[in-house]
């Protein structure tokens, strides 16, 4: 936010191998989405990384 960010893309991995969300992948989601809008950011994607396939 001190360089001017408006947006931000969350990633983080799954090293068994499944890209589907979690119920508290989907929590955590929300949550920063309301944090994010709070100081004015907008959340524009998030990533689930796994060997072999990505999902966003």
Excluded: F, W, Y
Excluded at 43 to 56: D, F, K, Q, Y
């Amino acid at each position: 936010m001190k360089r001017g960010a408006v947006s931000l893309v969350l990633a983080h991995n799954h090293p068994n191998g499944h890209v589907q969300p979690s119920e508290k992948d989907k929590t955590l989601t929300r949550a920063i989405v309301l944090a994010a809008d709070t100081v004015g950011l907008r959340v524009l994607a998030h990533l689930i990384i796994s060997p072999g396939a990505t999902r966003c």
